[in-house]
């Protein structure tokens, strides 16, 4: 089959309108600066603790406030390498999406008979979250609007037609939602995602962690792990783990590593994540003239079906968040600032906006910066036990934690209790994934593979050889 362009492609927008759109943005992330924080202390000298929780995103920052829930007599305490949220947590685009498993294709290719069990937990743990943003107070800015799917290919059409979820809009329906002149059907999935505000959620959580009791500390990188066989917390089986910082140590009965994309404490889980960089773009806010030209009042997510797809939404003052599409991985498995500020993947996300919305021409965008995200081969999290049960893991959430994080926790702490739960037993929490290979040879597997998907998406879908190979041998890649 011949190569056709893509929409972004036919109906580019002239390169000095890119260059204006982009002039007055700031290299910053607009989540972090909308919010209030918290200076806390870094730790200093030894003490004890029941549970000790690595990471300040949201993995741990639910861990830490679960934990409490369940024994507000633990002392937690709860340890960042920098300040609250300031890595994936505060940089994502707040789609808090019920799915465990990157979506129902993923799942039931992965794990058909536990799918509709891991479906179910999902959508319980996105309610769950709900509640708690109302019993706790937490002002994160939540909307239950769903996820808009919108095809603007006559074969991705095909596909919103064969999906059996959600409501389905024709050309003309998906228009009156949002008008854009290149969607040519569409999807809303109503139930199965909520929009917060990232850098609100992961404050607030912080908040709700402090109010129950946790200790956090920030600036506080933890070195490595020591398991110890006494300090006044037993031995054996439930001696202390010690968690070692820079200018202090804590001697913990338990551990929960939430640790993201940064290089695990654990060996054995060094291999089974890469950080992929995803960027960003952040416009003004628009005029109430702008907002009545594309609609848009439903304030629904929006998500295409394109292999390199886009997401965008809107955030509280009615600017468009745009990211997506590209998916850059360097090297050596590196999360350096340097790889952030990307001009090429700024001005080709540009571009692509200014195609959905050409009558917003003269926009400009405010703010762009990238993030990096874990990803795993199985593109969801997996889960892990060590230390003779004394730390608990999750990690390769792939772009799609902001809600399965809360379940993460329950995982970790249901298996730091010695509990058998369903959650426990699923096969998705007891199987890891297949570890990526080592330099050269990850960089090459990528880069081959993002050249296919692109390369399918310039051939109307179809897959070739290597990508038909990757999904039957339950590998993969995607942006």
């Known amino acids: 089959m011949a190569s056709h362009r893509t929409v972004f492609e036919r109906q580019r927008p002239p390169e000095a309108q890119v260059t204006e759109s982009l002039r007055d943005s700031r290299h910053a992330v607009f989540w972090l600066e909308d919010v209030e924080t918290v200076n806390r202390p870094a730790l200093s000298g030894t003490i004890d603790a029941d549970l000790t929780v690595v990471g300040g995103g949201y993995c ?12 507000p007599t633990a002392r937690v305490v709860l340890l960042e390498a920098e300040t609250i949220g300031w890595a994936a947590s505060g940089r994502n685009g707040g789609f808090a999406e019920a799915s465990l498993t990157h979506g129902e294709d993923n799942g039931r290719a992965r794990w058909a008979a536990e799918y509709d069990t891991l479906h179910r937990m999902g959508l319980d743990n996105l309610d769950a979250i709900e509640r708690d943003v109302e019993e ?3 002002d994160v800015q939540l909307e239950r609007t769903g996820v808009l799917e919108v095809a603007y290919e006559p074969h991705q059409v095909r596909w919103l037609q064969e999906a059996g979820h959600g409501q389905w809009l024709d050309r003309d329906a998906v228009r009156a939602e949002i008008a854009s002149p290149i969607f040519e059907a569409g999807r809303w999935v109503k139930d199965t995602c909520a929009l917060v505000h990232p850098g609100r959620l992961a404050q607030e959580l912080a908040r709700v962690a402090t109010d129950l009791g946790v200790e956090i500390f920030e600036h506080s990188a933890v070195s490595g792990l020591g398991t110890g066989l006494g300090s006044g917390l037993g031995s054996g089986r439930s001696g202390a783990v010690d968690v070692r910082t820079t200018r202090g140590l804590v001697r913990s009965r338990r551990v929960a590593l939430a640790t993201n994309v940064f290089r695990p404490l654990l060996r054995r889980s060094r291999l089974l ?3 992929v960089y995803d960027y960003v773009l952040m416009t003004e806010p628009l005029s109430p003239g702008q907002m009545a030209e594309i609609g848009w009042q439903h304030r629904q997510g929006v998500s295409d079906l394109a292999n390199q797809f886009h997401y965008s939404r809107l955030t509280a ?8 599409y590209d998916a850059i991985y360097h090297a050596g498995r590196g999360v350096r600032p340097e790889h952030e500020d990307r001009d090429a993947s700024y001005r080709r996300l540009a571009s692509h906006l200014l195609t959905t919305y050409p009558q917003l021409e003269g926009l400009r965008f405010s703010h762009r910066w990238a993030g990096a995200i874990d990803t795993s081969t199985q593109f969801c999290a997996f889960h892990g036990l060590a230390r003779r049960g004394r730390v608990a893991y999750a990690a390769g959430f792939t772009g799609l934690g902001v809600a399965a994080t809360r379940f993460a926790a329950e995982v970790m702490l249901d298996r730091l209790a010695g509990e058998t739960t369903a959650r426990t037993q699923l096969e998705m929490v007891r199987k890891k994934p297949l570890p990526f290979p080592p330099e050269p040879f990850t960089k090459i597997g990528i880069e081959a593979t993002k050249w296919s998907l692109d390369r399918a998406d310039h051939r109307e879908g179809r897959r070739n050889l290597m990508l038909r190979t990757l999904d039957r041998l339950g590998l993969g890649f995607d942006s």
């Open 136 to 138: 706790l107070k937490m």
């Open 60 to 71: 741990g920052l639910w861990t830490a406030v679960l934990a409490k829930r369940r024994d």
């Open 317 to 324: 003052d009615n600017r468009i968040l745009y990211g997506g």
């Open 273 to 275: 994540t890469v950080p």
